[in-house]
Protein backbone atom coordinates (compact mmCIF):
# COMPACT_ATOMS: atom_id res chain seq x y z
CA UNK A 1 0.00 0.00 0.00
CA UNK A 2 1.36 3.41 -0.99
CA UNK A 3 -0.30 6.78 0.36
CA UNK A 4 0.79 10.12 -1.78
CA UNK A 5 0.14 13.31 -0.66
CA UNK A 6 1.23 16.17 -3.44
CA UNK A 7 2.37 20.08 -2.64
CA UNK A 8 3.49 22.72 -4.09
CA UNK A 9 0.90 24.12 -6.09
CA UNK A 10 -0.34 27.70 -6.32
CA UNK A 11 -1.14 30.98 -8.78
CA UNK A 12 1.81 31.83 -11.21
CA UNK A 13 2.06 34.08 -13.53
CA UNK A 14 2.90 32.78 -17.00
CA UNK A 15 6.48 32.14 -17.74
CA UNK A 16 7.13 31.84 -14.06
CA UNK A 17 7.80 28.00 -12.47
CA UNK A 18 6.63 26.43 -9.68
CA UNK A 19 7.63 22.78 -8.28
CA UNK A 20 5.79 20.07 -7.15
CA UNK A 21 6.74 17.57 -4.86
CA UNK A 22 5.31 14.07 -3.86
CA UNK A 23 5.36 12.45 -0.67
CA UNK A 24 4.77 8.18 -0.42
CA UNK A 25 4.22 6.87 2.67
CA UNK A 26 5.64 2.84 3.03
CA UNK A 27 9.13 1.33 2.56
CA UNK A 28 8.52 -0.11 -1.47
CA UNK A 29 8.69 3.38 -2.86
CA UNK A 30 11.94 2.80 -4.69
CA UNK A 31 9.90 -0.17 -6.31
CA UNK A 32 7.42 1.89 -8.25
CA UNK A 33 7.51 3.69 -11.09
CA UNK A 34 6.10 7.25 -10.78
CA UNK A 35 4.55 9.70 -12.66
CA UNK A 36 2.71 12.86 -12.72
CA UNK A 37 -0.97 13.21 -14.52
CA UNK A 38 -3.92 16.51 -14.78
CA UNK A 39 -7.01 17.41 -15.15
CA UNK A 40 -8.29 20.88 -16.50
CA UNK A 41 -11.82 21.76 -15.69
CA UNK A 42 -14.18 20.33 -18.09
CA UNK A 43 -11.11 18.10 -19.62
CA UNK A 44 -9.96 14.52 -19.77
CA UNK A 45 -7.24 13.42 -17.13
CA UNK A 46 -3.81 13.09 -19.11
CA UNK A 47 -0.27 12.29 -18.91
CA UNK A 48 1.70 14.43 -18.07
CA UNK A 49 5.36 12.78 -16.77
CA UNK A 50 6.78 9.05 -15.76
CA UNK A 51 10.10 8.35 -14.26
CA UNK A 52 10.62 4.30 -14.41
CA UNK A 53 11.93 2.98 -10.12
CA UNK A 54 15.32 3.05 -11.78
CA UNK A 55 15.29 6.86 -12.13
CA UNK A 56 17.20 6.08 -15.11
CA UNK A 57 13.94 6.46 -18.01
CA UNK A 58 11.89 9.59 -18.45
CA UNK A 59 8.46 10.14 -19.83
CA UNK A 60 7.17 13.19 -21.17
CA UNK A 61 3.88 14.52 -22.80
CA UNK A 62 4.99 16.66 -26.06
CA UNK A 63 2.69 19.59 -24.55
CA UNK A 64 5.50 19.76 -21.74
CA UNK A 65 8.73 18.29 -22.86
CA UNK A 66 11.05 20.68 -22.66
CA UNK A 67 9.58 22.81 -20.03
CA UNK A 68 9.29 20.50 -16.80
CA UNK A 69 11.60 17.97 -15.52
CA UNK A 70 10.41 15.15 -13.25
CA UNK A 71 13.00 13.83 -10.70
CA UNK A 72 12.86 11.59 -7.78
CA UNK A 73 14.63 11.11 -4.28
CA UNK A 74 14.59 7.25 -3.15
CA UNK A 75 16.00 8.29 0.57
CA UNK A 76 13.26 10.99 0.89
CA UNK A 77 10.29 8.66 -1.00
CA UNK A 78 9.33 11.78 -2.83
CA UNK A 79 9.19 12.37 -6.32
CA UNK A 80 9.45 16.17 -7.64
CA UNK A 81 8.12 17.79 -11.40
CA UNK A 82 9.74 21.03 -12.00
CA UNK A 83 7.69 22.82 -14.17
CA UNK A 84 9.26 25.95 -15.81
CA UNK A 85 7.62 28.45 -18.77
CA UNK A 86 4.42 27.77 -17.55
CA UNK A 87 2.03 28.68 -19.51
CA UNK A 88 -2.05 29.44 -19.09
CA UNK A 89 -2.94 25.87 -20.85
CA UNK A 90 -0.86 24.30 -17.72
CA UNK A 91 -3.28 25.29 -15.88
CA UNK A 92 -4.90 21.98 -13.81
CA UNK A 93 -5.05 19.71 -11.07
CA UNK A 94 -2.02 18.13 -10.65
CA UNK A 95 -2.38 14.01 -9.25
CA UNK A 96 1.04 12.45 -8.63
CA UNK A 97 0.92 8.26 -9.25
CA UNK A 98 2.52 5.40 -8.24
CA UNK A 99 2.64 2.23 -10.56
CA UNK A 100 4.02 -1.70 -10.75
CA UNK A 101 3.05 -1.83 -14.66
CA UNK A 102 6.29 -1.40 -16.74
CA UNK A 103 4.30 -1.58 -20.38
CA UNK A 104 1.72 0.84 -19.41
CA UNK A 105 3.04 3.85 -19.19
CA UNK A 106 0.63 7.19 -20.11
CA UNK A 107 -2.39 5.62 -19.29
CA UNK A 108 -4.26 5.87 -15.79
CA UNK A 109 -4.53 1.72 -15.50
CA UNK A 110 -0.76 1.87 -15.48
CA UNK A 111 -0.85 3.57 -12.07
CA UNK A 112 -1.97 2.12 -8.82
CA UNK A 113 -2.14 4.95 -6.63
CA UNK A 114 -3.04 8.48 -6.83
CA UNK A 115 -2.85 11.35 -4.80
CA UNK A 116 -5.88 13.85 -4.49
CA UNK A 117 -4.33 16.09 -6.35
CA UNK A 118 -2.90 20.06 -5.54
CA UNK A 119 -4.35 22.80 -8.10
CA UNK A 120 -1.37 24.86 -10.13
CA UNK A 121 -3.23 28.57 -12.10
CA UNK A 122 -1.30 30.09 -14.38
CA UNK A 123 -2.21 33.51 -15.22
CA UNK A 124 -1.77 35.28 -18.37
Known amino acids: QVQLVESGGGLVQAGGSLRLSCAASGRTFSSYHMGWFRQALGKEREFVAR????????YYADSVKGRFTISRDNAKNTVYLQMSSLKPEDTAVYYC?????????????????WGPGTQVTVSS
Open 97 to 113: VAGLASQIKFHRPGYNY
Open 51 to 58: LSKSGENT
